[in-house]
């Protein structure tokens, strides 16, 4: 990292100091959603009625933070942001190409999942990738990519030879409640020689091995197995007279907080005791995505419509399931939306619907959540809303995800 305090170095990065930055105080006494929801008063009173839709908050101060814990927890793992996760240009350092980086590649984190730069800061690491992608990579300089079968193998060799591989590996099952990648993707113990051959037959360089245990991880011990199968086909590599391979991605699925540290845990020993040998030839790295995003990110919504069916409620807000809360179906996100104003103390709720703008009557966020009386322009407020959502929305019906507002926003 270069000169200056973390959030210098940050703030500095093209993506954001190109972006619609905004600071704020974080009062040591005042929980930071409550500080979070007075920034968002703040803008939606400094905006035009034409500019008052749903947007989001990206508070920048959360992702230095976890990345300070990355580095006192998992010290000898290094992290490549895995971009489908979130790919906004304040926290996707694929958008900028080759003019530059972002935030999160200011702090020295590398860039995994697609082929947007150059040099060993990227991994490709889709397992099957188009040959146009393949060329623009080779284009790029983008030298280190996944693969978990043969025809992926040949295409690597007609299209980007020079580019070394990853071999993708089928994890243990870890529990997931949204992304299981099992099923897609990584080979059975039985298919590693025949791909480790496979790629030596081509001349196609193995340089490690990738796993993925799926998103978010429920069971953590499952990384134990993962790094013993990771060992297994190191070995195997060398019984077929490969050279030695020196990269091994242990994949992401990790979420901050308690559960971050008990899956380091885990890693930690077993790296130690697997590759205690190997460590100090062996890059280890990891693509976090949720870990980084999902708790950096606040949506404020609007409401925009309102109906009363005796003591039931039911209103439409201006983001919904075919936007930035498509992490409902995608990601198994469960809301828990709040007022922006506030729940005064004794106010009655009442059994609420909230529906997303669209006609589709699958739109529904909400169902039978208590919530005191909306009205029409009220705002709801959803916390850790990072993971799996702007970047998976749409243009459905009209209503255009990519014109969502993202503030980028620093406390101090």
């Not at 009062?27 to 749903?54: C, N």
């Not at 242990?250 to 008990?262: L, Q, S, V, Y």
């Not at 039978?368 to 909306?374: N, V």
Request: glycine share 10%; net charge neutral; hydrophobic share 40%.
């Amino acid at each position: 990292m270069g000169g200056g305090s973390p959030m210098q170095t940050v703030l500095s990065a093209p993506g954001v100091n190109d972006g619609k930055v905004v600071s704020f105080t974080l009062d040591a006494a005042t929980d930071e959603k409550d500080t979070v929801a007075g920034l968002i008063r703040s803008i939606i009173a400094t905006s035009s009625p034409a500019q008052r839709t749903a947007f989001h908050v990206f508070h920048i101060n959360t992702v230095v933070d976890l990345f300070s814990a990355w580095r006192r927890t998992l010290p000898d793992v290094r992290p490549y942001y895995a971009v489908k996760c979130n790919p906004d240009p304040a926290l996707d350092p694929g958008r900028a190409g080759r003019a530059g980086r972002r935030a999160v590649l200011a702090l020295g984190v590398g860039v995994g999942g697609i082929p947007p730069g150059a040099n060993r800061s990227n991994v490709y690491a889709n397992p099957c990738k188009a040959e146009p992608h393949l060329e623009y990579a080779a284009e790029a300089g983008v030298a280190l990519a996944t693969y978990d079968t043969e025809s992926e193998v040949a295409k690597v060799a007609r299209c980007h030879p020079r580019c070394e591989l990853l071999l993708r590996l089928k994890g243990p099952d870890g529990g997931t409640t949204g992304g299981d990648l099992m099923n897609k993707y990584g080979a059975h113990a039985h298919e590693v020689s025949p791909l480790l051959r496979a790629a030596q037959r081509a001349g196609v360089a193995v340089a490690g091995v990738s796993f993925h245990v799926g998103s978010p991880v429920s069971r953590v011990d499952v990384y134990r197995g993962a790094t013993n199968s990771a060992r297994a086909a190191f070995d195997a590599a060398v019984a077929l007279g490969m050279p030695p391979m020196r990269v091994l991605d242990i994949g992401g699925g990790f979420r901050a907080g308690a559960a971050f540290d008990e899956a380091a845990a885990v890693i930690n020993d077993a790296l130690a005791d697997v590759f205690g040998d190997l460590l100090p030839c062996v890059e280890v790295i990891a693509e976090p995505g949720r870990y980084f995003a999902e708790t950096a990110f606040t949506l404020a919504a609007r409401v925009i419509g309102k109906r009363v069916r005796g003591e039931a409620r039911e209103c439409w807000i201006d983001d919904g399931l075919y936007g930035s809360l498509n992490n409902v179906l995608m990601d198994h996100k469960v809301p828990r939306p709040r007022p922006l104003a506030g729940a005064c103390p004794g106010e009655k709720t009442y059994a609420s619907t909230v529906f997303g703008p669209t006609c589709d009557s699958r739109d529904l966020v909400v169902t039978g959540y208590q919530l005191p009386e909306m009205c029409v322009g009220d705002w709801l407020v959803f916390d850790n809303m990072g993971a799996y959502s702007t970047g998976a929305g749409s243009k459905f019906n009209g209503f255009d995800i990519s014109e969502m507002k993202i503030y980028v926003a620093y406390s101090s």
